[in-house]
């Protein structure tokens, strides 16, 4: 299927509104994430290789917040384990339906996939060996993120996983403006121009909100993983996998 470019944030807007995943975005969604996010592919890529080492039979895997299912597809393709299926969970109408049909072409494979139109604060984590949260926990309330982490700890079989990818931020001013001034450059290298940049920096103001890593790392341990590990990062992008 082919993408459709991100200009959105191309022309000036008279109101700015907040950033969110409706059928604009759903349409340019490919484009905006791989020009938007460095190292995004290596990432879905390899998400795949550690739910295929980490996935146990009879169990499930959770994909929460979804989008298109990038990540859904990526383990799909790989797990092996027998009665192992996915579950994937996100609040937009509209990404559902279009993930819904990038899964109907998808033949790879014959792991079941459920994709749920839900919010995934509401939604129960059970017998799961792999939950994956990928760029997700950073538009739930901060307040709200202990509460999620917990119940996914809790819904985990031993052994399980989390992986979860974020934007971070830095404590050290002159590090946090170092990233935040790479990462335009890495916009800008993608041919993004300073007014999209800007604007769309805007929109998403009041609605991603980034911690620091050590943030995340003291919010996992307090939920009760014992072990977490940074495996990726690319100027503010990181992921963890966190092993119950």
Not at 122 to 147: K, Y
Request: charged share 20%.
């Amino acid at each position: 299927m082919a993408k459709n470019q991100d200009a959105i944030y191309a022309s000036p807007l008279d109101e700015m509104i907040d950033f969110r995943f409706d059928e604009r975005v759903v349409d340019v969604f490919p484009d905006m994430i791989q020009r938007s996010v460095p190292g995004y592919g290596t990432m879905i890529s390899t998400i795949g290789v550690l739910a295929a080492r980490y996935a146990q039979a009879d169990s499930h895997c959770y994909d929460l917040g979804c989008s298109l299912g990038a990540v859904t597809l990526s383990m799909r393709q790989r797990i092996t384990q027998e009665n192992c299926d996915i579950i994937a969970i996100d609040n937009s109408v509209a990404m559902i339906e279009r993930g819904q049909q990038l899964l109907a072409s998808d033949q790879s494979s014959t792991v079941p996939v459920s994709m749920v139109c839900a919010n995934l604060q509401d939604v129960d984590i059970e017998n799961a060996s792999v939950v994956v949260l990928n760029f997700t926990l950073q538009f739930i309330p901060v307040e709200d993120r202990l509460l999620l982490i917990e119940r996914i700890y809790q819904g985990l079989k031993p052994g399980g996983i989390l992986i979860l990818s974020e934007k971070i931020a830095f404590s050290e001013p002159e590090k946090h403006e170092f990233h935040i001034d790479v990462h335009h450059d890495f916009k800008r290298a993608n041919g993004y121009s300073d007014l999209e940049i800007s604007q769309k920096r805007s929109a998403l103001e009041k609605v991603l909100i980034p911690e620091t890593l050590a943030n995340h790392q003291q919010r996992l341990k307090l939920a009760g993983f014992e072990f977490s590990e940074l495996w990726f990062q690319c100027f503010n992008f990181i992921s963890l996998v966190a092993i119950k």
